[in-house]
């Protein structure tokens, strides 16, 4: 009798959420994590189907638990939502189209290596690389089945984001599709300050128009009226004046009817 050969059970592979690692080194890379990730968060907030993820596990096959976590990676066409790691398999096997990588000391020449080998055997269209410190910024695109470096990054637009790199002498700035730079949290929350501020002046500016407005036809109300008790007061007299000839001549028409002289 032939023993046949039991499958393999996916489910008794384990897929931590977690690899034990720290998302940052340093504060310099967590910074450059959070603006990142925050902005390409915003600038998707919008749509539904992009999935924008910081140090998240990504497991892209089903039985393998080879993985990575990339500081930022964006999916296209995956639903947003929680995830305690980014099982590819369960995600219509879409694997993330870009992905971000923030150096620290701490990294190797050997652990970046096998990242690049890793991104480039499972999909990933545009990898992009910077290291903070020395304000070095490497790019790849994918071509065919190999992902390219990238020859010159200071003005490169990402085809999947829309983003553009400009590598200035001392750092690196990027730009959403609209021309707006990437801020970090103060900076926004300065910007929304300084708009409320505004509005709250624009509010009071408004408020003083509106004020001196009705105090204009407040003073306009007051001299219509004033004209108009000055004008019934010009014909009451007019009306008097009337009244008072109407009785002279009444009276000396009577004085001449009696036979006497009005006029010595």
Not at 20 to 25: I, N, R
Not at 102 to 131: A, C, Q, R, W
Not at 189 to 197: A, V
Request: include cysteine; proline fraction near 5%; glycine fraction near 6%.
């Amino acid at each position: 009798m032939v023993k046949q050969l039991e499958t393999p059970i996916h489910s008794e592979i384990v897929y931590p959420d977690s690899d034990g690692q720290p998302t940052a080194d340093n504060t310099v890379q967590f910074r450059w994590i959070m603006v990142i990730y925050h902005n390409l968060a915003w600038l998707f907030a919008e749509n539904p189907e992009v999935f924008v993820a910081g140090d998240l596990l990504w497991y892209p096959v089903q039985g393998d638990s080879s993985r990575q976590a990339p500081d930022i990676m964006v999916a296209f066409g995956v639903p947003k939502g929680d995830r305690g790691s980014y099982k590819q398999w369960k995600e219509n096997n879409i694997a993330p189209q870009v992905v971000f990588e923030i150096l620290s000391p701490g990294n190797t020449l050997k652990e970046m290596s096998k990242k690049l080998v890793f991104y480039d055997n499972h999909g990933v269209e545009e990898y992009y690389l910077y290291d903070p410190q020395k304000n070095d910024l490497t790019g790849w695109l994918r071509s065919g089945s190999l992902l390219d470096v990238i020859d010159e990054m200071n003005g490169w637009v990402s085809p999947r984001l829309g983003i553009k790199f400009e590598v200035l002498p001392e750092i690196l700035q990027l730009y959403r599709p609209d021309g707006q730079s990437f801020a970090d949290y103060f900076q926004i929350q300065q910007q929304l300050n300084e708009e409320r501020q505004a509005k709250e002046e624009e509010r009071q500016a408004r408020e003083v128009a509106e004020s001196a407005l009705q105090q204009e036809r407040q003073a306009k109300e007051e001299e219509r009226q004033a004209r108009e008790v000055a004008e019934s007061a010009l014909q009451q007299e007019r009306q008097a004046k009337e009244v008072a000839e109407e009785r002279t001549k009444r009276l000396e028409q009577l004085l001449r009817e009696a036979g006497i002289d009005t006029d010595c």
